[in-house]
C-alpha cells in the first residue's frame, strides 16, 4: 500500500488521485478487519491513528475532529486533496503505518501481517512492537 502511494507522488498523479487510492485503501482496511475487531474497533484504531499522526501532519487533526460515521473516509479524502501530492502520499503513508503499528500492539505482528498482508511497505518500515509470546 505504501509503495503505492509514493509511486502515485513519484509519477505525478494528482492529489486528487492520491486521495482516493487511500480512502480505496482504508476502506480495504475496514474491510478486513470489521469482520474480526467491529466496525468500531477499526474506527477507533483509526481516530487514535489520526490523532498519534497529527503531530507530524497538524492538518490531520480536521479529520480526527471531524464527526466520522465508522466506515466513512470522506473527510481524509477532502483534506488530502488540499494537499500537494507528495504531501499527500506521505501523511496518509504514515497514517497507515501508525494503523498498523497500533494493531501490531494489539494483536500481535503475526497476525495483523495476516490480516493485512499489504499494509506494510518492507519488515523494517516502522517501528512496531513484536510479538514474542509463543
Same mark, same amino acid.
Given at each position: 500500500m505504501?509503495?503505492?502511494l509514493r509511486r502515485l507522488a513519484e509519477d505525478g498523479a494528482g492529489p486528487g488521485q492520491i486521495a482516493d487510492t487511500a480512502v480505496t485503501m482504508w476502506r480495504g482496511v475496514d %474491510?478486513?478487519?470489521?469482520?474480526?475487531?467491529?466496525?468500531?474497533g477499526v474506527a477507533a484504531l483509526y481516530?487514535?491513528?489520526?490523532? #498519534?499522526?497529527?503531530?507530524d501532519y497538524p492538518w490531520l487533526a480536521g479529520v480526527h475532529q471531524a464527526t466520522v460515521r465508522e466506515g466513512e473516509f470522506a473527510p481524509l479524502h477532502?483534506?488530502?486533496s488540499q494537499q500537494t501530492?507528495?504531501?499527500?502520499? %506521505?501523511a496518509n503513508i504514515a497514517l497507515l503505518q501508525m494503523f498498523f503499528d497500533l494493531l501490531t500492539r494489539l494483536i500481535?505482528?503475526? #497476525?495483523?501481517?495476516?490480516?493485512?498482508?499489504s499494509m506494510r511497505d518492507t519488515p523494517n518500515?516502522?517501528?512496531a512492537a513484536q510479538d514474542?509470546?509463543?
Amino acid at each position: 500500500m505504501q509503495a503505492t502511494l509514493r509511486r502515485l507522488a513519484e509519477d505525478g498523479a494528482g492529489p486528487g488521485q492520491i486521495a482516493d487510492t487511500a480512502v480505496t485503501m482504508w476502506r480495504g482496511v475496514d %474491510a478486513a478487519l470489521s469482520p474480526i475487531i467491529g466496525r468500531r474497533g477499526v474506527a477507533a484504531l483509526y481516530k487514535r491513528s489520526l490523532y #498519534l499522526t497529527r503531530n507530524d501532519y497538524p492538518w490531520l487533526a480536521g479529520v480526527h475532529q471531524a464527526t466520522v460515521r465508522e466506515g466513512e473516509f470522506a473527510p481524509l479524502h477532502t483534506l488530502l486533496s488540499q494537499q500537494t501530492s507528495t504531501t499527500a502520499a %506521505a501523511a496518509n503513508i504514515a497514517l497507515l503505518q501508525m494503523f498498523f503499528d497500533l494493531l501490531t500492539r494489539l494483536i500481535g505482528a503475526q #497476525l495483523a501481517e495476516r490480516l493485512l498482508p499489504s499494509m506494510r511497505d518492507t519488515p523494517n518500515s516502522g517501528n512496531a512492537a513484536q510479538d514474542t509470546s509463543s
